[in-house]
T-cell receptor
Framework: KAGVTQTPRYLIKTRGQQVTLSCSPI?????VSWYQQTPGQGLQFLFE???????NKGNFPGRFSGRQFSNSRSEMNVSTLELGDSALYLC????????????FGPGTRLTVL | DAKTTQPNSMESNEEEPVHLPCNHS???????IHWYRQLPSQGPEYVIH???SNVNNRMASLAIAEDRKSSTLILHRATLRDAAVYYC????????????FGQGTELSVKP
């Protein structure tokens, strides 16, 4: 089975622009979560989508948004980019609700200049 | 969200056992203890999880204290590929996919 894939792997943007990142979960997985990782703040939860509905949201400004499609693929969007948005963005999928483990993708490295 | 406390870093010699501790004194009765690790330049990967009893899988063992206020991840024979940051995370059923990562323990393995 293919793992979680994220595109693009690397991205460079300038302040004020917007960006869309994509995540394809493992086949059959219905939940996709997004995380931001920076050297200063570590790994922080952004939001989770389950069956096309946002189930959980972290403490991030409204510039960060996401959605999930009927095939469980997910996108996250960041509008009006700031220098501090430079980070590794990770998505993770899991098969269903409950205590089951998450499978992470390799991440998208976003650099904001 | 219940919190965990881990040492910032630990060192191990190759082929020796490693015991990575985690304190979670505010754990609730339905919280599961999960361990993830993040190898350099990769996303985190699931290692093991448990509720009350000790657990084993092909990667590691998880020893859970009787009062559940602490747990220990055991790597039976550390290899250089085990060098990573190890995260101990508590998950409640209603938490869904929201993992709260602390700082974790950075494990270095010496040949």
């Amino acid at each position: 089975k293919a793992g979680v894939t994220q595109t693009p792997r690397y991205l460079i943007k300038t302040r004020g622009q917007q960006v869309t990142l994509s995540c394809s979960p493992i086949s059959g997985h219905r939940s996709v979560s997004w995380y931001q990782q920076t050297p200063g703040q570590g790994l922080q939860f952004l939001f989770e989508y389950f069956s096309e509905t946002q189930r959980n949201k972290g403490n991030f400004p409204g510039r960060f948004s996401g959605r999930q499609f009927s095939n469980s693929r997910s996108e996250m969007n960041v509008s009006t980019l700031e220098l501090g948005d430079s980070a590794l963005y990770l998505c993770a999928s899991r098969i269903r609700d409950g205590y089951n483990e998450q499978f992470f993708g390799p991440g998208t490295r976003l650099t904001v200049l | 969200d219940a919190k965990t406390t881990q040492p910032n870093s630990m060192e191990s010699n190759e082929e020796e056992p490693v015991h990575l501790p985690c304190n979670h004194s505010t754990i609730s009765g339905t919280d599961y203890i999960h361990w993830y690790r993040q190898l350099p330049s990769q996303g985190p990967e699931y290692v093991i999880h448990g509720l009350t009893s000790n657990v084993n899988n092909r990667m590691a063992s998880l020893a859970i204290a009787e009062d559940r206020k602490s747990s220990t991840l055991i790597l039976h024979r550390a290899t250089l590929r085990d060098a990573a940051v190890y995260y101990c995370i508590l998950i409640s059923y209603n938490q869904g996919g929201k993992l709260i990562f602390g700082q974790g323990t950075e494990l270095s393995v010496k040949p």
